[in-house]
């Protein structure tokens, strides 16, 4: 196996370096993590589950390991009354990560997000997030991490405490850093996605970007503004959901036979076409993204079809559709099954 590649180095030979996200999700689909906390406890509880779906994700094409610390922070597992289990969890996932990436010369990433305490009007926050940071940093030096990725934050200043943290603590380890897409494009404290990501480029960030809450649409929408702005490497997420331009998020989408609240239910009502995957792959290599990925809702399906879009082949495109070799819809078909396939398609019966 030929010597692994930094992030970096990708980035500098022209390379779209592939990441697959949305754990959350796929084990609350899968009947392993509870919607609400969202808390990734599966670490813990099921570790063979976690390797499985990292497994998954790079047979769908993904270059990056991402380390299920998500939500693995102090304050959310203090909610849940498992803050005594903070350490274990962290350097457990670390560890399921590091091990798929060195399977597959991937990158292995740690992970650090929107800590959920933060507020820009409370000196006293800024304290705690920089100490809930440290630690995950530390611990994803110890792990062996390739790379941080700070994402889902709402606020320019605390995006500014993550990269603090990932120079101070991450021994030079590159920063992707990813603000969550807020319903108006506009951060918390009051910049729009493109300035907020000029700030972080300008702060030494080696990739800035967003991630999750819109669909594939919506970023296409927003890197073309951000673009315009940033000058370095750009990072792009989105979940595979439907939103539009009244509901811009995921968590504003409206289930139209109950009238209630989408999210996290019943989200499966708007989920995105692989045709929708694959024309967001296309624009993102039009628009010069190179870090490019899915976020919550993702699954190794739609991963696939992003990483086809983008010109690759990875071992899942063994098994891309291929309805040539169908016994009603393709070639292949006999002569009787041709008029069945004509009623399923509402035409004339004569063939």
């Not at 960030?205 to 809450?213: E, I, P, Q, T, Y």
């Not at 919550?296 to 070799?325: I, K, Q, V």
Request: net charge neutral; charged share 25%.
């Amino acid at each position: 196996m030929a010597p692994k590649r930094g992030l970096k180095e990708r980035l500098a030979a022209g390379e779209d370096v592939l990441a697959a996200e949305g754990y959350l999700f796929e084990f609350e689909r899968r009947g392993y993590l509870q919607a609400g906390a969202f808390v990734p406890e599966v670490v813990l509880e099921h570790p063979d589950l976690v390797e499985q779906l990292h497994e998954e994700f790079v047979h769908a094409g993904s270059d990056v390991v991402l380390a299920f610390t998500y939500y693995g922070h102090r304050e959310k597992l203090r909610v849940i009354g498992r803050e005594h289990e903070l350490e274990p969890l962290n350097k457990k996932a670390l560890q399921i990560a590091k091990k798929v990436a060195d399977r597959h010369n991937c990158l292995m990433a740690g992970n650090i997000c929107n800590t959920t305490v933060y507020n820009p009007k409370d000196q006293h926050t800024f304290d705690q997030v920089r100490a809930m940071y440290k630690e995950q940093v530390e611990w994803a030096v110890q792990g062996g991490a390739d790379f941080m990725l700070a994402e889902t934050i709402n606020y320019v200043g605390e995006a500014k405490l993550a990269l603090e943290a990932i120079r101070k603590y991450g021994h030079g380890m590159p920063a992707v850093i990813c603000f969550g897409q807020l319903p108006e494009s506009v951060t918390h404290d009051g910049h729009s996605h493109a300035e907020a990501c000029k700030i972080l480029e300008a702060e030494g960030a080696d990739v800035v970007g967003l991630n999750c809450s819109s669909g594939p649409r919506r970023h296409i929408e927003e890197m073309k503004k951000i673009r315009k702005e940033c000058k370095g490497y750009l990072a792009s997420l989105p979940v595979p959901y439907r939103t539009d331009k009244t509901h811009t998020t995921f968590q504003m989408l409206i289930n139209p036979e109950t009238g209630k609240q989408a999210f996290p239910g019943d989200l499966d009502y708007f989920c995105s076409a692989k045709s929708e995957i694959h024309d967001f792959g296309k624009a993102m290599k039009e628009i010069g993204v190179k870090y490019v990925g899915l976020c919550c809702g993702n699954s190794s399906r739609y991963f696939r079809e992003l990483a086809e879009a983008m010109g690759r082949h990875p071992p899942a495109s063994r098994y891309s559709a291929n309805m040539d070799l169908h016994y009603v819809f393709g070639k292949i078909a006999r002569e009787h099954n041709v008029e069945i396939k004509n009623m399923y398609l509402g035409k004339d019966q004569k063939h």
